[in-house]
C-alpha cells in the first residue's frame, strides 16, 4: 500500500519567516495530495491540495509543489505568523473509483512561530 | 453548512464495555469514512460509506468494530469488548462525490 513520509517532524520559526514541509509518497499511482492543518483538540482541517496534473499551487501565503518523478510535494508557508502554529500532516490517495477517499497520511510536523 | 458533527466528543470507559460513536456528515455528502488518530501520528484509514455501503474496510477494523450508515446520512462506530489499545481519537469525515473530504472535530476514547 501507499505510505508517505513527512519532514520534517518540528519546525520552529520566527514570525515572518518562511516554513517548509517535505513530503515523499510511494505509490506511483496516487495523485491527488492534500495538506492539513489540525490545533490541538480538533479535526484536520483541510489548507490546501493539488492533483497530479498540477506541478505547483498558490493560496496566498500557501502554496505547493508536486514532483511526480520524483515523488515527493512540499508545503511551503509564507510570512508566517503565531496563528499558523499547529499541527500539518501531507496526505497522499488515489482518485479513482471507491479509492479517493482513502487518504494515507504522513506522520505530521509540529510547526512553532515564535513572535 | 454546520460542518461534520461527532458525538460524544469525550468517552471514558472501562476495558471490556462497548462504546458507540455517531457521526452526522455534511449535508448532502454521500461520502463518509472514519479515521483512527494516535497521539503523535497522522490519521489512519477505519472505513468507508458510499451512501449506505459500507465499500472498503481497513485491515486496522478488527471484528469487535463495526460501523454502519442505516439510511445513508449519519453513521455509527461501535467498540465492542474495549482494549486499552483502542485509546484514540476517532475521526469523521465526509465528501460529496469525489470531491474535499471535511473532517469533524473528533471523538476521543479513554479506556482505563
Known amino acids: 500500500g501507499e505510505n508517505v513520509e513527512q519532514h520534517p517532524s518540528t519546525l520552529s520559526v520566527q514570525e515572518g519567516d518562511s516554513a517548509v514541509i517535505k513530503c515523499t509518497y510511494s505509490?506511483?499511482?496516487?495523485?491527488?495530495f492534500p495538506w492539513y492543518k489540525q490545533e490541538l483538540g480538533k479535526g484536520p482541517q483541510l489548507i490546501i491540495d493539488?492533483?497530479?496534473?498540477?506541478g505547483e499551487k498558490k493560496d496566498q501565503r500557501i502554496a505547493v509543489t508536486l514532483n511526480k518523478t520524483a515523488k515527493h510535494f512540499s508545503l511551503h508557508i509564507t510570512e508566517t505568523q503565531p496563528e499558523d502554529s499547529a499541527v500539518y500532516f501531507c496526505?497522499?490517495?488515489?482518485?479513482?473509483?471507491?479509492?479517493?477517499?482513502?487518504?494515507?497520511f504522513g506522520q505530521g510536523t509540529i510547526l512553532t512561530v515564535h513572535p | 453548512d454546520t460542518g461534520v458533527s461527532q458525538n460524544p466528543r469525550h468517552k471514558i470507559t472501562k476495558r471490556g464495555q462497548n462504546v458507540t460513536f455517531r457521526c452526522d456528515p455534511i449535508?448532502?455528502?454521500?461520502?463518509l469514512y472514519w479515521y483512527r488518530q494516535t497521539l503523535g501520528q497522522g490519521p489512519e484509514f477505519l472505513t468507508y460509506?458510499?451512501?449506505?455501503?459500507?465499500?472498503?474496510k481497513s485491515r486496522l477494523l478488527s471484528d469487535r468494530f463495526s460501523a454502519e450508515r442505516p439510511k445513508g446520512s449519519f453513521s455509527t462506530l461501535e467498540i465492542q469488548r474495549t482494549e486499552q489499545g483502542d485509546s484514540a481519537m476517532y475521526l469523521c469525515?465526509?465528501?460529496?462525490?469525489?470531491?474535499?473530504?471535511?473532517f469533524g472535530e473528533g471523538s476521543w476514547l479513554t479506556v482505563v
Open positions: 469525515a465526509s465528501s460529496l462525490s469525489g470531491n474535499t473530504i471535511y
Open positions: 505509490d506511483s499511482a496516487s495523485n491527488y
Open positions: 493539488i492533483r497530479s496534473n498540477v
Open positions: 496526505a497522499a490517495s488515489m482518485r479513482s473509483g471507491t479509492s479517493y477517499g482513502k487518504l494515507t
Open positions: 449535508s448532502e455528502h454521500n461520502r
Open positions: 460509506f458510499q451512501n449506505e455501503a459500507q465499500l472498503e
